[in-house]
T-cell receptor, first 112, second 116 residues
Framework: KQEVTQIPAALSVPEGENLVLNCSFT??????LQWFRQDPGKGLTSLLL?????REQTSGRLNASLDKSSGRSTLYIAASQPGDSATYLC???????????FGKGMKLTVNP | NAGVMQNPRHLVRRRGQEARLRCSPM?????VYWYRQLPEEGLKFMVY????????ESGMPKERFSAEFPKEGPSILRIQQVVRGDSAAYFC??????????????FGQGTRLTVV
């Protein structure tokens, strides 16, 4: 059974720091991995999707990497801003199954 | 192209009533997924549907919960005889086809159900 873990559960940093968010999964036979952002009381916004054959994806100040063999992904946020404050969720899907398995998320607070 | 639309955004029901949650997928999408987010918990998969078919309902409680995605109209998640433990945010996602490696899931804003 696939399990996804995100540690720490919360992080508070001053504005401008470069951040690394971690995600680990127990079954390396994944189809893809997706990072989402969730603002309080809102839905999920897809940030980046990494296919199992890829090592990383970039979008603006965000860079996500994937190491399937070790069951890990990291989301790198450069030059953090207060507007980056949100909960970040990692989710994996596996071949043969259409569902996403989510971590519990990491609540990020960027202080001005 | 409107995103995934869910309504209502907020729903309050008394114990024992029925709750109906609606989800209209993105235009051109024929696959719908329902997830539930309990307080302080991650999102948990409930059910995966295509038009007129339930493909995977392994995450849905066997009693009181049902889902459908008719040929015409939105997908409906129905909870009968609600209890306080059903209070949660219910999210719908859609995709254009069977999930491939490059297929992103797009989520709606969710319906926040409160049972009083």
């Amino acid at each position: 059974k696939q399990e996804v873990t995100q540690i720490p559960a919360a992080l508070s940093v001053p504005e401008g720091e470069n951040l690394v968010l971690n995600c680990s999964f127990t079954d390396s036979a994944i189809y893809n991995l997706q990072w989402f952002r969730q603002d309080p009381g809102k839905g999920l916004t897809s940030l980046l999707l990494i296919q199992s054959s890829q090592r990383e994806q970039t979008s603006g100040r965000l860079n996500a990497s994937l190491d399937k063999s070790s069951g890990r992904s990291t989301l790198y946020i450069a030059a953090s801003q207060p507007g980056d404050s949100a909960t970040y969720l990692c989710a994996v899907s596996q071949g043969g199954s259409e569902k996403l398995v989510f971590g519990k998320g990491m609540k990020l607070t960027v202080n001005p | 192209n409107a995103g995934v639309m869910q309504n209502p955004r907020h729903l309050v029901r008394r114990r024992g009533q029925e709750a109906r949650l609606r989800c209209s997928p993105m235009k051109g999408h024929s696959h719908v997924y329902w997830y539930r987010q309990l307080p302080e918990e991650g999102l948990k998969f409930m059910v995966y549907l295509q038009k007129e078919n339930i493909i995977d309902e392994s995450g849905m409680p066997k009693e009181r919960f049902s889902a459908e995605f008719p040929k015409e109209g939105p997908s409906i998640l129905r909870i009968q005889q609600v209890v306080r433990g059903d209070s949660a945010a219910y999210f719908c996602a859609s995709s254009p086809s069977e999930r491939k490696q490059h297929t992103e899931a797009f989520f709606g804003q969710g319906t926040r159900l409160t049972v009083v």
